[in-house]
Each structure stands twice: as C-alpha cells, then as structure tokens.
C-alpha cells in the first residue's frame, strides 16, 4: 500500500503520508529524476533504511505536484533540512519511522513534521530530552513520551536551528492525550522566546505523528 493519504492541513500546507510496502525497485521506478537522487542516495545503509528515504522523495514529489508545477529536485541543507532549490519559499519536513512515511509541504514557509513508533526506548531516554515537569506529566505512559519525543523533533526541525537543548529549550505545556489534538510548544533563545502550535494524531499499529507550521507568537 504506497500512499495512504495526502490531506490539506491549512489554506496552504499538504501533508502526505505513505504505509511503506515497496521493494526498492518499485520505489526507484516511482521517483521522477532517478539521476539525480542516485547522487545523493544513503550508500551502505540497511535496505529498509534506503526505502525510507526512496520514499519520502517519492512522497514529496506527489505532494509538489499539488501545489507546484514547475520542476524541481530535492536536496538538503547544512543542517539536514530538505528543500527544492528551485522553489525557495516552499517549506519542506520528511519524517520516516518503521513502515510509516510523513512528508509536508507549505508554499507559505518553514514547516515540521515527525513520526515514531511508540516503543520503551522513549521513556528510558526521557531524562535527556525532558524537563522535570514534562516527565512529571508523561508519568508510566509510553505513548506520551513518544508523542513528546516526536513533538519537540517537530519544533526542532521548523527552526532548523543546531545545537538547542531539548530538556531547556524546546519545551511543551502538559497535556491530556486522546487519539488527535494539538500541543502547545515554546521555543527558548538566548533573545527571544516564540510560542507554536503542534498537531498530533495516532496512527494504526502504535504510531503517533506531530506536525508544525510556520505560525509563530513572539512573547
């Protein structure tokens, strides 16, 4: 089952999401400009590994059909954020875990997205990643700590900023979890302080999705 659902997420954003199936073949006949990306392909990664990144590619283009028409090729920039060279506007976030694949487009500017699978590992690194309140919050529930997990990797990726400090910096307000809803999320800088909304919905077989859009409350 290749693409599973593309939805209008606001006026202008799309988000894509693909239940991965594919052989690697089928997913390289599928990716337009294969010249192109077998420049950039993750040589020796593990099989699985690569059908994920064919497929957030291949995701991101179905999705610029819907918005753009004009050609463009994915790359990445310094700090791992892709982009179409072609359209600099255009906000882009690829996101893959297990069998799920997640991409999200915005003409309007920088966007975030992440997917993961609700697993243990989470709540044994929480330490690393969340502030005492947060913890405090997440109590024995795996699913909201991957949902923070996958929620901050969302705030981290639409400021494509290096070196911030999850615990510190990206921080949520506690929240009850239900199967979709939307987070409140602060951005903490040495100058400034922004505030954002984070959406999140369950997905089958204990997956959870979070995605952000460019809007953005300066405090």
């Keep these: 089952m290749p693409l599973h659902s593309i939805t209008p997420v606001s006026q202008t954003a799309l988000l894509g999401l693909w239940q991965l199936t594919e052989p690697l073949p089928a997913l390289w006949e599928l990716l337009p400009a294969q010249q192109?990306?077998?420049?950039?392909?993750?040589?020796?990664?593990?099989?699985?590994?690569?059908?994920q990144w064919l497929a957030g590619r291949v995701l991101a283009h179905?999705?610029?059909?819907?918005?753009?028409?004009?050609?463009?090729?994915?790359?990445?920039?310094?700090n791992g954020r892709p982009y179409f060279p072609e359209l600099p506007g255009l906000g882009v976030s690829l996101s893959h875990s297990g069998e799920w694949v997640a991409?999200?487009?915005?003409?309007?500017?920088?966007?975030?997205t992440d997917i993961e699978l609700i697993r243990a590992k989470a709540q044994k690194l929480a330490s690393r990643f969340l502030s005492e309140t947060e913890r405090a919050d997440a109590g024995d529930d795996a699913a909201k700590y991957s949902l923070y997990w996958?929620?901050?990797?969302?705030?981290?990726?639409?400021?494509?900023?290096?070196?911030?400090?999850?615990?510190?910096?990206?921080?949520?307000?506690p929240f009850g979890l239900r199967e979709a809803g939307v987070?409140?999320?602060?951005?903490?800088?040495?100058?400034?302080?922004?505030?954002?909304?984070?959406?999140?919905?369950?997905?089958?077989?204990?997956?959870?999705?979070?995605?952000?859009?460019g809007e953005i409350v300066n405090l």
């Design 62 to 78: 179905q999705l610029l059909q819907e918005v753009n028409d004009a050609p463009a090729m994915l790359r990445n920039d310094p």
């Design 103 to 112: 991409a999200l487009l915005d003409p309007r500017g920088a966007v975030g």
């Design 183 to 213: 987070l409140t999320g602060h951005l903490l800088l040495e100058k400034s302080r922004s505030q954002h909304q984070i959406f999140y919905q369950r997905l089958p077989q204990d997956y959870v999705l979070t995605y952000a859009l």
């Design 150 to 173: 996958s929620a901050k990797e969302t705030l981290y990726k639409l400021h494509s900023r290096r070196g911030l400090v999850f615990k510190e910096q990206l921080l949520l307000d």
């Design 36 to 51: 192109h990306y077998l420049a950039y392909y993750p040589d020796g990664r593990d099989e699985t590994r690569a059908r």
